[in-house]
């Protein structure tokens, strides 16, 4: 008997441990998943300055951010399923999901921008059609860890404004239009964050690394995820409170990013003026 009780102890000790660390203060629990815009890459002080940092601080919820540099659409499917992810989401009351940006971006992207110039598209095809389940995957694994959360889905943006514009934007089109599908498919699955209107058009909410929001850009999206928080009736406030400012990031790997990035526009340019696209 004393061997039983040992085993049941030690697997709520387990258990407990594994839980995020909440306050038990009645503010709602705000959790943010996804790739490394929601991990707050492209700022020095991610963790004070993050839009969902920001979210959190204006609402007075209970913060959780599970961002990760490079995640991709199956390596969150992974996350999901393990703690203290899964414990988190169990006690979330919103989650702020974004996704599906490093589906191509941690793929051939030379190639698939050459092949995109020249018109071939079979590569953003396959990556658009396996994100659709992976994406259906994600929602389900969600809901069924916590069938009352209230998830707030990110579409991506397109934060290039040079000759690789036209091949970021085909790439982003492809995963958002795998979101809003799912979401007319499946009424009510999600609320959905349209980040496009508020981030295009504006290369200042851009961090150096021409991927991730800037200082700036982390403002303006927190301002946007608190609208739609205060439409959907999950939150008082729309004007963000930023306890901390945010400093953009400027580390040597941003240099060799801009790099990479002038020398892709090279090849697009020289491929456009080969097959005249």
């Known amino acids: 008997m004393k061997k039983i009780l040992c085993v049941l102890l030690s697997a709520l000790l387990a258990f407990a441990c594994a839980l995020p660390a909440f306050a038990a203060d009645g503010a709602k629990n705000y959790v943010v998943l996804g790739d490394s815009i929601a991990q707050g890459s492209g700022l020095y002080n991610s963790d004070q300055a993050a839009y969902g940092r920001i979210v959190a601080d204006t609402n007075g919820y209970n913060y959780a951010n599970f961002g990760v540099n490079g995640l991709r659409s199956w390596d969150l499917i992974e996350q999901l399923k393990t703690d203290p992810v899964a414990s988190a989401v169990a006690a979330a009351d919103i ?5 599906g940006g490093n589906d191509y971006l941690q793929q051939d992207l030379p190639k698939i921008f050459s092949d995109i110039a020249r018109g071939d598209y079979k590569i953003i095809n396959d990556i658009q059609n ?8 994600i929602i389900s694994l969600l809901k069924a860890a916590n069938p ?12 290039q404004y040079g000759a690789l514009r036209d091949a970021y934007g085909m790439a982003t089109s492809r995963i ?9 498919e499946n009424p009510g699955a999600f609320y959905l964050v349209d980040t496009v209107p508020v981030m295009e058009g504006h290369p200042e909410y851009i961090a150096v690394d021409t991927i991730h929001p800037s200082a700036v850009g982390n403002v303006e999206l927190a301002r946007l995820v608190l609208q739609r928080l205060y439409e959907e009736g999950y939150g008082e406030n729309t004007e963000p ?3 901390a400012v945010g400093v953009d990031e400027i580390p040597f790997t ?11 526009s090279m090849i697009v340019n020289l491929i456009k003026g080969v097959f005249g696209k």
Do not use: C, H, M, W
Request: zero cysteines; proline letters at 2%; hydrophobic letters at 50%.
């Open 95 to 99: 989650v702020s999901l974004s996704i």
């Open 130 to 137: 396996n994100f659709r389940g992976y994406f259906a995957e």
């Open 148 to 159: 009352d959360v209230a998830l707030f889905v990110q579409t991506l943006y397109n934060p």
């Open 176 to 184: 958002n239009e795998v979101i809003t599908g799912y979401l007319a």
């Open 241 to 243: 409170v930023t306890n």
């Open 254 to 264: 941003s240099y060799i990013f801009k790099a990479i990035r002038d020398f892709f």
